[in-house]
């Protein structure tokens, strides 16, 4: 009998839960999607929430980060994009963000690059930290806004008529015409852009690494 290691748990864990959904998982039926009994999986992982924490790392690890090089606005972008098409594809991910239940080193990656590269860049750890959270932030609302309705500009036609909202009906359209991931790239590049156009400040002092804050947590892991 092949023994039960963490590596089977996660990636049965990830079937389960990309079938049944975060309602659906269970110890217990991760234990018979395994075919074992269910004390032979806490052996491993202690409750749902470590589960939870496994599987997000699992997926994270397939966000690809660029090369830093002269060029930090692009390689943040490039990292952000990449983060964006992985989690969209687990719906569970955005939602669990916004609870808080979700807190990975893993991801860690992510926020790392972000930060370190922006600094490099010369702003100073509090302009870095703004843009880190809005990044995270954006990222979230996107996910969870594209899984709840198509975003669009078009008025419910009750509500009004051309003459009523002229610039609206104008605009939607183009609207319309974007995919999710050209409206979540445009959306990143006013962040940076506007970013990137700040003054550099003198740094202030590098606090020593230490567990996520509350503001952190509310982020949604964005100082992961």
């Not at 309705?149 to 359209?173: I, N, Q």
């Not at 003054?199 to 509350?214: I, K, L, Q, Y």
Request: glycine share 8%; charged share 25%.
């Amino acid at each position: 009998m092949t023994p039960l290691t963490r590596p089977h748990i996660v990636a049965a864990g990830l079937r389960l839960l990309e079938r049944e959904g975060v309602d659906g998982l269970s110890m217990r039926k991760l234990a018979d999607e395994l075919g074992k009994a269910p004390a032979a999986v806490y052996r491993h992982v202690s409750d749902k929430r470590e589960l939870m924490s496994l599987l997000f790392n699992e997926v994270s690890r397939r966000i690809v980060l660029p090369d830093a090089g002269d060029d930090p606005r692009t390689a943040i972008a490039e990292a952000v994009q990449s983060a964006h098409r992985v989690l969209e594809k687990h719906g569970w991910i955005a939602t669990e963000m916004l609870n808080g239940g979700l807190l990975g080193a893993t991801s860690m990656r992510l926020s790392e690059f972000i930060l370190d590269s922006l600094v490099r860049d010369g702003l100073s750890d509090a302009q870095a930290a703004r843009l880190h959270v809005a990044i995270w932030e954006y990222l979230v609302g996107h996910l969870v806004a594209a899984r709840a309705t198509a975003p669009g500009l078009s008025p419910h036609p009750m509500a009004g008529t051309d003459e009523d909202y002229p610039t609206v009906c104008r605009v939607a359209p183009l609207v319309a015409e974007m995919s999710d991931q050209e409206r979540f790239s445009a959306g990143l590049m006013v962040l940076l852009d506007g970013a990137f156009a700040e003054p550099r400040a003198s740094h202030g002092g590098t606090a020593a690494c230490e567990e996520p804050s509350s503001v952190s947590r509310s982020a949604a892991g964005a100082v992961e």
